[in-house]
T-cell receptor, first 113, second 112 residues
Framework: GENVEQHPSTLSVQEGDSAVIKCTYS??????FPWYKQELGKRPQLIID?????GEKKDQRIAVTLNKTAKHFSLHITETQPEDSAVYFC????????????FGPGTRLSVLP | EAGVTQSPTHLIKTRGQQATLRCSPI?????VYWYQQALGLGLQFLLW???????NRGNFPPRFSGRQFPNYSSELNVNALELEDSALYLC???????????FGQGTRLTVV
């Protein structure tokens, strides 16, 4: 089955700097990769996603890149702000029916003022 | 359009009792996923229902069970509660297949 690894587990950056979180997946059949942001005490919120037919997707200050050959994808946050502080989860969704979302263990991002 | 709703928000039970958690998906969504999130930890997959059937199950004991109703709402039942079952239980819904999934606010289950 699919296995998703995520690094780093914790990340501290200065406000205004960039943050990068990387995930690797094991199942080459996975074709959908969402990213979720979970603020303290709140539900995970979908912030961006990418499908395997696209190499990069951007939405304002956040972007996701996908390398199918190496089976890894990354979240990039530019010009970080204190409100970006949260736990970020990556996920992979295998194409085969009967497979559900497989989440990475999460990255706790702290943006320091 | 209403998002995914879960009830109750908080639930306190005694060890050995049974807990029932409910989830109403976004209108038009046929898939419901259940996850357990222990304090400060990741999302552990419990169950996936689609079109009324259980499609997949995570590595949890049989006392964790559930069902999906004809209106696509879902119920998670936890029997013989143990202290370590204390966690936030999150439900998510999607249109099925590899499409966007949206989470409910969760049910905080505390077993004492």
């Amino acid at each position: 089955g699919e296995n998703v690894e995520q690094h780093p587990s914790t990340l501290s950056v200065q406000e205004g700097d960039s943050a990068v979180i990387k995930c690797t997946y094991s199942d080459s059949a996975s074709n959908y990769f969402p990213w979720y942001k979970q603020e303290l005490g709140k539900r995970p919120q979908l912030i961006i996603d990418i499908r395997s037919n696209v190499g990069e997707k951007k939405d304002q200050r956040i972007a996701v890149t996908l390398n199918k050959t190496a089976k890894h994808f990354s979240l990039h946050i530019t010009e970080t702000q204190p409100e970006d502080s949260a736990v970020y989860f990556c996920a992979a969704s295998p194409r085969a029916y009967g497979q559900n979302f497989v989440f990475g263990p999460g990255t706790r991002l702290s943006v320091l003022p | 359009e209403a998002g995914v709703t879960q009830s109750p928000t908080h639930l306190i039970k005694t060890r050995g009792q049974q807990a029932t958690l409910r989830c109403s998906p976004i209108s038009g969504h046929t898939s419901v996923y259940w996850y357990q999130q222990a304090l400060g930890l990741g999302l552990q997959f419990l169950l996936w229902y689609d079109e009324g059937e259980e499609r997949n199950r995570g590595n949890f004991p049989p006392r964790f069970s559930g069902r999906q109703f004809p209106n696509y709402s879902s119920e998670l039942n936890v029997n013989a509660l143990e202290l370590e079952d204390s966690a936030l239980y999150l439900c998510a819904s999607s249109r099925g297949g590899n499409t966007e999934a949206f989470f409910g606010q969760g049910t905080r289950l505390t077993v004492v």
